[in-house]
């Protein structure tokens, strides 16, 4: 096995949620940890999964993880962990696989929807969720957060405003960037934490990112007992599918009055 527990980042201010660092962003940060770090960047990678164990913060995020040592295999899987202040905050593991010729089968072909030239922007509240004013946000449906809406579904163009391309640690973020999909039914905002997030990527990306738009869809697929399960979707420009995620929510009461900034 090889082992590395000397990895260190932290998370940059602008990537908060409401109750820490967004937790696509972190999935993120663990991947490309992990790649360059333990897995050697040989294949690509294929799945992700993270639980969140606390809110991540500012302070150093210490890395560790264990991937087998085995050269030649086409497949390797690494399980890692992080750490602020020597306690637990991240635990997962990244599944990496060599590509080989196979028969192909879609089930997700992207939705038919105005392009991003056709779509409005939408501006998220940045106390509620500063990381959105990374990205640029224009909803290719009528569904609209805090609408009141009828079904738990959003669906968006987004990109990136640094111009950032879609490698496989941006699509691992843009799979939580919309919304809870509970809010397209809600009409006052609540804390609807990440427990455990896991992505599927798609052979698209094996030769290489790719620029600009990602049209991204996420939608409750249960909700109950103070829990939700939200699918998502990414689709390139093109609408070649990039990866699916499906991820275990903590929904939390309704915040009493005049507490929902705190």
Do not use: K
């Not at 937790?23 to 992990?34: C, E, I, N, R, S």
């Not at 991937?67 to 306690?87: D, E, L, S």
């Not at 968006?156 to 391309?165: E, K, Q, S, T, Y």
């Amino acid at each position: 096995m090889s082992t590395s527990t000397d990895t260190e980042t932290r998370v940059d201010p602008a990537w908060y949620s409401w109750e820490g660092a967004h937790g696509g962003h972190v999935a993120a940060l663990a991947l490309t940890t992990v790649r360059d770090r333990f897995a050697g960047g040989a294949h690509p990678v294929r799945t992700l999964t993270a639980h969140y164990l606390a809110p991540v913060d500012g302070s150093p995020l210490h890395f560790s993880g264990t991937a087998p040592a085995t050269p030649g295999r086409r497949t390797a899987t690494c399980v890692f962990t992080g750490h602020q202040n020597g306690v637990p905050v991240l635990l997962g593991s990244a599944l990496f696989g060599a590509g080989r010729q196979g028969v192909r089968h879609d089930t997700h072909p992207a939705p038919r929807v105005p392009g991003p030239g056709d779509s409005p922007l939408l501006r998220l509240p940045a106390d509620l969720s500063p990381f959105s004013q990374q990205l640029e946000i224009r909803p290719a449906t009528a569904d609209r957060p805090l609408a009141g809406g009828e079904r738990a579904e959003l669906t968006a163009w987004i990109r990136f405003l640094d111009g950032r391309p879609l490698d496989p640690a941006a699509v691992v973020t843009l799979t939580d960037a919309l919304p809870p999909a509970l809010y397209a039914v809600w009409d006052t905002p609540r804390p609807v934490p990440t427990a455990e997030l896991t992505v599927h990527l798609t052979d698209a990306l094996d030769e290489g990112a790719l620029d600009g738009w990602a049209l991204v869809r996420i939608r409750t697929e249960h909700a109950g007992g103070g829990w939700a399960v939200d699918d998502s979707a990414v689709w390139a420009a093109d609408g070649r599918l990039l990866a699916l995620g499906r991820q275990s929510r903590v929904v939390r009461p309704q915040p009493a009055a005049g507490t929902v900034n705190s």
